[in-house]
């Protein structure tokens, strides 16, 4: 088993910065991906970002232009930096990393971590 433990998180005035970073408790093979979901109250949870295991990048369009996913292998590690936030960037963010099994892909959660972005 995978832990995940995300930290970063905070509360920010609309314009500032975060770096969200997510740590795995051992060294991960076989990843397909490493990604930021969000849920704020009220919403489903909703992809952020993701980067694949050859460095490709896909963001939601909400936050293309203000938020970077970027990952350390070497770290175990995989950060999403957040600049010019805004209010409705306010929800609680979860580290995903999808694995390659042997039957399948596996998914590993962290616990989340909240931003609270206030206007």
């Known amino acids: 088993q995978v832990q995940l433990v995300e930290s970063g998180g905070g509360l920010v005035q609309a314009g500032g910065s975060l770096r969200l970073s997510c740590v795995a408790s051992?060294?991960?093979?076989?990843?397909?991906?490493m990604a930021w979901y969000r849920q704020a109250p009220g919403n489903q949870r909703e992809l952020v970002a993701i980067i694949s295991s050859t460095g490709i990048t896909n963001y939601a369009e909400s936050v293309k232009g203000r938020f970077t996913i970027s990952r350390d292998y070497a770290k175990n590690t995989v950060y999403l930096q957040m600049n010019s936030l805004k209010p409705e960037d306010t929800a609680v963010y979860y580290c995903?990393?999808?694995?390659?099994?042997?039957?399948?892909?596996?998914?590993?959660w962290g616990q989340g971590t909240q931003v609270t972005v206030s206007s």
């Open positions: 995903n990393v999808q694995v390659r099994g042997a039957l399948g892909a596996n998914d590993y």
């Open positions: 051992r060294s991960i093979f076989n990843i397909i991906a």
